[in-house]
């Protein structure tokens, strides 16, 4: 400290970069909240391909408003903007000034944003940075509808579907609303509580994301809950209810990190999210955060959340489950659900990409539509850990093949960038513990997920299974991104027939292969795929082993087309009634 805290003129100074940080981050949610409420109109008249620039634009304002701030304090606090006095005493004001405002941990969440850049912050500085406590309660109420079903589930319903904001929309209200009626019965008679049931209570802002409008909320009667969740899509006929959810075992992935973020205009977002805890018991904080849009302050949730269980726990950091990536040096802790993935230093061949090609590919996940299929990676950047956490080789590796990222410093480990995922098992690994069934519909999802990829214009480059996980509601996710590219930026290739016998002997191709030249034909051979997952495979994916297919797709993503991917499947009450 250099004694400016007791200066008066620096502490105006500070009172006003206070003031001038609470309205850039006001300024920041009214635009953030004006681009979010875009999405009843994409919804309403089909404009799919405007709704994914709105997600774009929505996902990279943060930043931009932290470097718009971050340049006028310079302005404005000139040679003490590096000053922990002038920011300690901002910090003072800021705090007062944010005490009775809803969500005032994102208030906090921004203001430290500005401090780490400001001072490159390693671990956590409390003389500069909010420190929140996990139980801190939060003022707002959530905004929901109860509805009684004193007359009848579907009366209920019908009045449920003619408050939404594109009721007039909806190609027959009373058909759906008999279809959700139906689809409630049915799981609830299986259970023997149907005469029970007594009111719907259902959130007012509806969850839009791509193509589809979700209205969020639960049944419930007696002493008896079950969240409720009405897909609605929009074909050219009308707005019709597609699909109904009606367990914890549907909802999560719907909320999952493989997803991208809601778009739902909610003036206070914590108490919605404390709702969405209730409904989804265990749901991870920080993805809920992160899945409603607010990426910083799931991110910020995430890491005190680490923290804590570090400080409650005593095993130590490993590597990850898995073949060890050319890439990234991955571990992880057993008694963690999270990986973290640090960048190598240099990539063993044929790796050709360069660090910063990695970190665009990982941004460029951030930014994509991820369509159940990519894992969320978070960047986090100096982290300090506790040496002694790590098991001994795992810390030579860091120290010896990420050199670059990680540092001794005393007792800690210092990681300057770092890629924080869910931990999934790798998917080569569960084929070879699972049951046979559950392994060939494992490979028939493994399928689907390259499909669904391939719809959203991305190629995942190595097909390898290794390179793709699964979850524990079964699904496959990819996560290996170092080779991720565009549909659209490959040139997918017919293999040319061998000329003679000694070409078809040749170990290395007698024709040109360009750089961006991919060959369908080399999948399953290049796979390693055997017996009845071989079979699995061609029965219901044939079509990915043909140039055709990738250059259909790639010809309609040029034209820019929309090509759906439905983000659910129809309901199947034996899943629900098996889930825990």
């Excluded at 909320?255 to 909610?266: E, K, T």
Aim: hydrophobic share 45%; glycine share 6%; net charge negative.
């Amino acid at each position: 400290m250099d004694g400016s805290n007791h200066d008066p003129a620096v502490h105006a100074l500070a009172a006003r970069a206070a003031a001038a940080i609470v309205a850039a981050f006001e300024d920041y949610n009214d635009t953030f909240r004006s681009i979010t409420q875009r999405a009843q109109r994409r919804f309403e008249m089909r404009e799919w391909q405007l709704g994914q620039r709105d997600a774009v634009e929505r996902i990279e304002l943060y930043d931009h408003r932290v470097e718009r701030c971050l340049a006028g304090l310079v302005g404005m606090l000139g040679r003490h903007i590096a000053e922990e006095a002038t920011w300690g005493a901002a910090q003072a004001e800021f705090s007062r000034l944010i005490a009775d405002r809803p969500d005032h941990q994102f208030y906090a969440t921004f203001f430290n944003s500005l401090t780490r850049k400001v001072f490159a912050t390693i671990g956590v500085n409390p003389a500069v940075e909010f420190v929140a406590e996990h139980d801190e309660l939060q003022q707002g109420s959530v905004p929901v509808v109860q509805i009684s079903l004193q007359d009848g589930l579907t009366a209920g319903l019908e009045f449920l579907l003619a408050s939404l904001p594109w009721a007039a929309q909806l190609n027959d209200a009373t058909r759906s609303a008999r279809f959700v009626a139906g689809e409630i019965q049915g799981v609830l008679n299986i259970r023997g509580l149907l005469p029970q049931l007594t009111h719907l209570e259902v959130l007012e802002p509806v969850f839009y994301r791509a193509t589809r409008a979700f209205v969020v909320g639960r049944i419930s009667g007696g002493d008896w809950s079950f969240p409720l969740v009405i897909a609605c899509a929009h074909p050219e006929s009308g707005i019709v209810a597609d699909t109904v959810m009606i367990s914890d075992y549907e909802l999560r992935p719907l909320f999952g990190f493989s997803r991208s973020y809601f778009h739902a205009d909610l003036a206070v977002v914590e108490p919605v999210v404390r709702w969405l805890c209730s409904i989804m018991p265990g749901k991870p904080v920080d993805e809920l955060y992160t899945v409603l849009g607010r990426a910083k302050q799931g991110k910020t949730e995430r890491y005190r959340s680490l923290f804590r269980h570090l400080a409650a726990s005593t095993d130590q950091f490993l590597h990850a489950e898995g073949i060890p990536g050319m890439v990234m040096v991955v571990f992880t802790l057993n008694s963690s659900e999270l990986v973290f993935k640090v960048i190598r230093d240099h990539f063993a061949y044929p790796k050709t990409s360069s660090r910063e090609e990695v970190m665009e590919k990982y941004r460029f996940v951030f930014r994509h539509d991820r369509v159940g299929r990519l894992v969320d990676a978070q960047e986090f950047r100096r982290l300090r850990f506790p040496r002694r956490r790590f098991a001994p080789e795992l810390l030579d590796e860091l120290l010896n093949s990420a050199a670059n990222t990680c540092r001794l410093d005393g007792d800690d480990l210092i990681i300057d960038l770092c890629y924080l995922e869910r931990r999934l098992k790798p998917l080569d690994v569960y084929l070879r513990e699972a049951e046979p069934a559950a392994a060939r519909r494992a490979i028939r999802d493994y399928g689907q997920a390259i499909r669904d990829l391939a719809l959203s214009n991305v190629f995942p480059g190595d097909l390898l299974l290794k390179n793709f996980g699964v979850s524990r509601h079964g699904r496959v996710i990819f996560y290996d991104y170092d080779e991720l590219c565009l549909v659209t930026e490959c040139r997918f290739r017919d293999l040319p027939a061998p000329r003679d016998d000694d070409d078809e002997l040749r170990a290395e191709p007698w024709f040109y292969v360009g750089p961006d030249d991919v060959f369908p034909a080399q999948f399953l051979e290049f796979l390693g795929l055997r017996g009845e997952l071989r079979d699995e495979f061609l029965q219901y994916h044939a079509a990915l082993l043909d140039a055709d297919y990738w250059r259909r797709l790639k010809a309609a993503h040029a034209a820019e087309e929309h090509l759906e991917i439905v983000p659910y499947q129809r309901r199947q009450i034996s899943h629900i009634l098996a889930a825990p």
